[in-house]
């Protein structure tokens, strides 16, 4: 395929994703008032957010672990308050906007390169903490499907069986890289890149650190979910992870419509006013509200500087 036509098709998906999406979402809502959505928000009790808000904050700083992890496999040493004050403001970027490589790679990059960090280490960077995520994603989604594939089978009419099978191929996969990071024993190359194999230790982190990351976001859709949706929270984090994998595979930024598309279809319980209600307030906890806070502290910190040289010139 030539360049140029590969160029614009890659442009051209997630628009074609998108028409697809919002129509299947306006055939599955076509019963479904505008004011049955916003009265379902308003009816969401403050102890309900609360604790939706309170464990998305505790996720937000789970994952500062993510470039911890990354900066420890580079062998980089970078400040605790440099540290944490990058790592929530990519990831709060890259997981609204995305792609992730130019969104969080450019701030890791802004704020890293006082520590000789190159562009490419950057965008490296951020690559490791999307495998990490990754990571996890397969490790949670596997363990979903082994120990609980009743409520998929249940929503997706696929036998349990293939469900569990299907786990346990996943986890002797994970298994397998487990093997390898503990026998690799020459460096890994991507061009003129070059790094040496994880250690065992450092697998075992990596699945750790996204496997409870995981957990924590389907956690706060959970806490969210009307009532009247029938599955416990083990077997919705299959669904939650199938809805998370086919937003990202679709390419449309933050998975938008995509996510709330396969939930209302494997969900089919729960009245669709109010679980479109609780995922729009999903949005706004997890994604929205840390991208506002983290602008406006960016923000703060900008205009300080600003001031801290404006004052430093004048004397």
Request: aromatic share 12%; net charge positive; hydrophobic share 55%.
């Amino acid at each position: 395929m030539p360049p140029k036509l590969k160029r614009i098709l890659s442009r051209l998906l997630p628009l074609v994703v998108m028409v697809l999406v919002f129509y299947l979402l306006a055939k599955m809502l076509r019963d479904v008032e505008v004011s049955d959505v916003a009265n379902a928000i308003r009816n969401l009790s403050g102890a309900t957010l609360a604790k939706a808000i309170g464990l998305a904050a505790f996720g937000y700083i789970w994952i500062i672990g993510y470039d911890y992890l990354a900066l420890r496999y580079l062998k980089w040493k970078i400040p605790w308050p440099r540290l944490i004050f990058t790592s929530l403001s990519a990831f709060s970027l890259q997981r609204n906007v995305g792609p992730a490589p130019i969104t969080g790679g450019a701030v890791r990059y802004r704020f890293y390169k006082k520590y000789g960090l190159s562009v490419a280490d950057a965008a490296i960077m951020t690559a490791l903490c999307g495998f990490f995520f990754t990571l996890g994603i397969i490790l949670t989604a596997g363990l979903a499907l082994l120990i609980q594939p009743q409520g998929l089978a249940r929503v997706s009419g696929v036998p349990e069986v293939l469900l569990r099978s299907v786990g346990a191929l996943v986890i002797l996969g994970l298994l397998g890289y487990l093997a390898w990071s503990r026998l690799r024993n020459h460096p890994i190359r991507i061009k003129s890149w070059e790094a040496p194999p994880p250690s065992l230790q450092m697998s075992i982190a990596q699945l750790f650190f996204g496997t409870v990351d995981i957990a924590i976001v389907a956690g706060v859709v959970y806490i969210l979910l009307p009532e009247g949706v029938s599955l416990f929270y083990p077997a919705f984090v299959g669904v939650y992870v199938l809805a998370m994998l086919t937003g990202a595979l679709s390419h449309v930024p933050g998975g938008i419509g995509v996510f709330e598309a396969v939930l209302l279809l494997f969900l089919p319980d729960a009245d669709k006013g109010a679980l479109l209600a609780s995922l729009l307030a999903f949005r706004g906890v997890y994604y929205l509200l840390p991208l506002v806070t983290m602008a406006s502290i960016n923000a703060l910190y900008e205009v300080g500087k600003r001031l801290y040289g404006l004052a430093g010139g004048s004397r």
